[in-house]
């Protein structure tokens, strides 16, 4: 049996809702979608990932079991604020006490943050005109930003530069997956794009991100990988965009269903 966290144990949906808070928790908004998708999992993972994790070549990712899930879950990074705040951090053992970790990024039509060529020159906060002489110039990358994207390129062995249109969030977001891993002694780490609509504009941003790492002509439902860091020399990194459903459309295609093994979510 697995067991999922938020601010405390979250055993109703209701608990869901204190954790992404009543103003996310909207129906075909992210936040809806993935506790309605995942409140009620034990040890399977929901379809269609159970099935793409199950079939996938990597044995490493096979027999995965659901241990423990943490809802809103944050990474700290190159300092104690704005860490990398994951939907979901999942935390799974395999045969042999294998643990791989799984960062969660849910999707319906909301995009993938600000492109670093924007995020890098936004101030925090609004500037009163008569101090921007004090503060940096407009259309200066922001120094604390500049810092944090050194940091990001290092954790992800990348030369991401100040006018890149890659987007922050996958950034951030597969480098919290590494950390992680870093830090639980994982045998393997997965960042997961679960979309729940049908965003042309996110799968294109993932697969420019996959190009980067090195793999081209990304597709949907594929585990792709492995990719290696020197902060984790010996442990694969992977990722995969599951085109999942809203609790609104139908039911899953028969590509997805597998009655003998299919836990319901």
Request: aromatic share 12%.
């Amino acid at each position: 049996m697995s067991e999922t966290f938020g601010i405390k144990r979250l055993k109703r949906i209701d608990d869901w809702i204190e954790v992404v808070s009543a103003k996310n928790y909207r129906e075909n908004f992210s936040a809806f979608e993935c506790a309605n998708r995942w409140s009620d999992v034990k040890t399977q993972f929901p379809e269609p990932i159970g099935s793409i994790l199950r079939e996938c070549p990597f044995p490493e990712l096979t027999d995965l079991a659901i241990r423990q899930i943490y809802a809103e879950f944050p990474v700290w990074l190159d300092t104690h604020s704005t860490p990398s705040k994951n939907d979901l951090m999942i935390f799974t053992e395999a045969p042999g006490n294998r643990k791989v970790t799984i960062a969660v990024e849910a999707k319906c039509e909301e995009s993938f943050s600000e492109q670093v060529k924007v995020w890098v020159r936004k101030m925090d906060k609004p500037i009163p005109r008569r101090q921007r002489k004090l503060f940096n110039a407009p259309g200066n990358a922001v120094p604390r930003k500049l810092r944090r994207l050194a940091f990001l390129n290092e954790v992800l062995c990348l030369n991401v530069g100040v006018d890149s249109p890659v987007r922050y969030q996958l950034l951030h977001r597969l480098a919290s997956a590494i950390l992680i891993a870093r830090q639980t002694f994982a045998e393997a780490t997965v960042m997961l794009v679960q979309a729940f609509t049908d965003s042309p504009r996110n799968f294109e941003d993932f697969r420019y991100f996959c190009s980067l790492l090195g793999f081209e002509n990304a597709t949907k439902n594929r585990v792709i990988g492995p990719y290696y860091t020197y902060t984790l020399p010996n442990i694969p990194v992977y990722l995969l965009y599951v085109q999942d459903r809203r609790q609104s459309d139908g039911p899953l295609s028969p590509l997805f269903e597998n009655p003998q093994t299919t836990e319901a979510a």
